[in-house]
């Protein structure tokens, strides 16, 4: 490993009534990648922004050194000028746009005009180099998450970086995608280049990182090897304690049907004639939680929003809740009929910016009352500080604008309205994407409480420990067909996958 190309010496960043940062130093040596890990609202992000320049040099206090020569940045493209290139926690794309468009935007080829030819041709050496099968035509808007965040990194490659900084840039992928990802960044190492890697998924972490430093409310704990580190250890300086036992589940007491869906189909969102759901029928039961696996784009998340409501359009469905018939034709229906929803894009449905925490979490609890139900504020306010407390929200109060949290403390408070909620059916689409491994425990805690309450909860998850470790039963998705059903006890990796990858 070489010399040490980048320092960042005594950065403080402060936001009203928050230090984000104090007294931060961290450093990252040629062809390195250097692993940063801490609790949601640690600082990674704020970090990571005053290094791409998003943060100009009169927002914070500190030095960047690049090269031996310190840095002064009025913003993003003076970053970019010493060749720091940063894939953001939040995708961010132009959907009309090609994902050529996307790619080189701001550096198209051709003078006056764009030579589409060499446009495409280079970004075809750029998908080919990832091992990506997409084609630079396409529309960014039709790619799934996973893709649209394999392109982000794909267009942070185009610029060729010296410093290449990827903000949680797993969160929306499947396990072979990350194997993408990892094979690229090996590739980025020998090249040379230098990278700071974020992410909550610890064991990527230890496959790819040289070193790693930890971040605890906005201070470096520690920085080292990776080969100083193990889990426990990592987790410890993290979050200040143990975690004894991640995922707490107790023997539920499975009741009677809650939740019968019976010939569920949904058409493909890009292909015609081709259903994304084809025909599937399920049962979920009072205190069971039905966990539904399978690989990005089997269909999952579109059968859970077909059946809240969310999509409408050519579905067909037969719905019966506590063995009755209903119908559901937008959310608030299904939020009538007893089911709560939370979502895997939380910044498309899953809270309202412009609030603060406390208003959202009330946000669904208060929404179907009658009109001129007495709403007791007190009581309302209890029950979120409550799930403000016990969810660790990193913020000043509850009074804290939602769009001022951290990435991690966003996905909580959007898990804490619907628990607030307290839905008979909750679905969760993806329920610990971004969030910390403390956070994440408590979750689990709190899921299996629900159950032992009697609330059925439907969970798509692509991470197969907690899918495993959690459900009651589960079923596999594949190509909008159910391939496999395994009881709590019967359900391994192995089987799972094969089933995922069944009626291909
Ligand atoms: N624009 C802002 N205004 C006010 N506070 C902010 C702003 N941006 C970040 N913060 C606060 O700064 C702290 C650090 O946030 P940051 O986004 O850096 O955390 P993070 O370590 O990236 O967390 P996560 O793992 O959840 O992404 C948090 O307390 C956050 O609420
Ligand atoms: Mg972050």
């Known amino acids: 490993m070489g010399d040490t190309i980048l320092e960042m010496k005594h950065v403080t960043k402060k936001f009203p009534g928050v230090i984000a940062l104090n007294d931060v130093s961290i450093d990252v040596k040629k062809g390195e990648i250097l692993g940063i890990v801490g609790e949601n609202g640690a600082g990674k992000s704020t970090l990571m922004k005053v290094l791409s320049g998003s943060y100009t040099n009169k927002e914070y206090e500190g030095e960047i050194w690049v090269n031996g020569e310190k840095q002064s940045f009025g913003s993003v493209s003076d970053a970019k000028k010493v060749g720091i290139e940063m894939v953001y926690q939040e995708v961010n794309a132009m959907y009309e746009a090609s994902v050529a468009e996307n790619i080189f935007v701001g550096n198209l080829p051709g003078k006056g005009w764009v030579d589409y030819k060499k446009l495409y041709k280079d970004t075809q050496d750029l998908l080919d180099q990832l091992g990506l099968q997409i084609s630079p035509k396409t529309p960014a808007g039709a790619l799934n998450s996973g893709q649209l965040q394999l392109m982000s990194i794909v267009r942070a490659m185009a610029a060729h970086p010296k410093i290449m900084v990827l903000d949680e840039p797993s969160t929306a992928l499947t396990d072979s995608e990350v194997d993408i990802l990892m094979n690229f960044l090996e590739n980025l190492r020998k090249s040379g280049v230098s990278c700071i890697y974020i992410s909550h998924k610890l064991e990527e972490i230890f496959r790819i990182c040289d070193r790693v430093t930890i971040i605890r409310d906005g201070n470096v704990i520690t920085s080292g090897d990776i080969s100083e580190f193990n889990q426990e250890t990592l987790v410890q300086g993290m979050i200040g304690r143990k ?7 107790s023997k539920h007491e499975i009741g009677e049907p809650t939740l019968e869906v019976k010939h569920l189909s949904v058409p493909h969102p890009t292909i015609d004639n081709r259903n994304i759901v084809d025909d599937i029928s399920f049962t ?6 039905l966990g539904i696996g399978g690989l990005v784009g089997a269909g999952r998340s579109e059968a859970l929003g077909a059946i809240f409501g969310e999509l409408v359009q050519g579905v067909h469905k037969e ?7 209903v119908t559901i034709n937008s959310p608030k229906d299904a939020i009538k009929a007893g089911i709560g929803f939370v979502t895997e894009e939380r910044k498309r449905t899953g809270f309202i910016q412009t609030m603060n925490i406390l208003q959202n979490l009330s ?12 709403i007791d504020r007190k009581v309302e306010n209890e029950k979120a500080k409550a799930i403000f407390d016990r969810m660790r ?5 509850m009074n804290t604008m939602v769009v001022n949290l951290s990435g991690g403390n966003q996905q909580k408070v959007v898990l804490g309205k619907w628990l607030m909620k307290n839905p008979q059916i909750l679905f969760i689409d993806e329920p610990t994407k971004g969030i910390d491994v403390g956070a994440k425990a408590e979750f689990y805690k709190m899921m299996d409480e629900l159950a032992n309450a009697g609330v059925s909860i439907v969970m798509v998850s692509s991470d197969m420990p907690e899918l495993i470790s959690m459900s009651d039963r589960i079923i596999v998705l594949s190509n909008g067909k159910i391939t496999g059903e395994f009881s709590h006890e ?6 799972i996958m094969k089933a995922a990858i069944a009626n291909q």
């Open 243 to 249: 975690v004894e036992n991640m995922y707490v589940k």
């Open 284 to 289: 979920v039961r009072k205190g069971e939680i």
């Open 319 to 325: 719905v019966k809740i506590n063995g009755k018939e």
């Open 393 to 397: 929200v990193k913020a000043p109060s």
């Open 490 to 495: 019967e359900a391994a990796q192995a089987s």
């Open 363 to 374: 946000l669904i609890s208060l929404y179907d009352l009658p009109k001129k139900y007495f």
